[in-house]
T-cell receptor, first 118, second 111 residues
Framework: GAGVSQSPSNKVTEKGKDVELRCDPI?????LYWYRQSLGQGLEFLIY????????KSGLPSDRFSAERTGGSVSTLTIQRTQQEDSAVYLC????????????????FGPGTRLTVL | GENVEQHPSTLSVQEGDSAVIKCTYS??????FPWYKQELGKRPQLIID?????GEKKDQRIAVTLNKTAKHFSLHITETQPEDSAVYFC??????????FGRGTSLIVHP
């Protein structure tokens, strides 16, 4: 079946502009996560959705970052007034069960959106 | 919250040698430990995982060991091949229930 998809695959923007990144999780996956991966760095957690609600937004680096999820499916990560330090690959992942579920297993990652802020 | 340390950051081996990557975690409530492989320009993919009720798990040339007392777990790859070259990430899921990832190990297997 179809995996997690993200769009666009690449985004180049000018400093100060707003950007929207989209994630389509695997159908039926209730949990959705956003991560940021800077060059040579690990996976920095940004936000987690269970259904349409976001129980954990603790990783969002500033109030310029926001995310929403509608219909328990597609999610959009918005970065306002982009800065050069926002340049990174933004990865989305989904999992079938809630991470609170004892049956929780793997996260399936999307291909990422490479954001470059000039 | 959970803190995961991963070592080494870079590992270079000859084809056929074994490779070991080690991770430590801080949250004693952590109960799920996945390992992901990320090839250059591709998405991370799960290669093996272990839960806190077992000490070791094997899948062909890869194995993971877990020491709950010491709060560390390791990935072992035997008979390495050039296609094993990638960045490997460990993660731990604990009381905060969101998996925390290590910073990654770049494994280079020389033919």
């Amino acid at each position: 079946g179809a995996g997690v998809s993200q769009s666009p695959s690449n985004k180049v923007t000018e400093k100060g502009k707003d950007v929207e990144l989209r994630c389509d999780p695997i159908s039926g996956h209730t949990a959705l996560y956003w991560y940021r991966q800077s060059l040579g760095q690990g996976l920095e957690f940004l936000i987690y959705f269970q259904g349409n609600s976001a129980p954990d937004k603790s990783g969002l680096p500033s109030d310029r970052f926001s995310a929403e999820r509608t219909g328990g499916s597609v999610s959009t990560l918005t970065i306002q007034r982009t800065q050069q330090e926002d340049s990174a690959v933004y990865l989305c992942a989904s999992s079938l069960a809630s991470p609170r579920d004892r049956a929780y297993n793997e996260q399936f990652f999307g291909p990422g959106t490479r954001l470059t802020v000039l | 919250g959970e803190n995961v340390e991963q070592h080494p950051s870079t590992l270079s081996v000859q084809e056929g040698d074994s490779a070991v990557i080690k991770c430590t975690y801080s949250d004693s409530a952590s109960n799920y430990f996945p390992w992901y492989k990320q090839e250059l320009g591709k998405r991370p993919q799960l290669i093996i995982d272990i839960r806190s009720n077992v000490g070791e798990k094997k899948d062909q040339r890869i194995a993971v060991t877990l020491n709950k007392t010491a709060k560390h777990f390791s990935l072992h790859i035997t008979e390495t091949q050039p296609e094993d070259s990638a960045v490997y990430f460990c993660a731990a899921k604990g009381g905060s229930y969101i998996p925390t990832f290590g910073r990654g190990t770049s494994l280079i297997v020389h033919p």
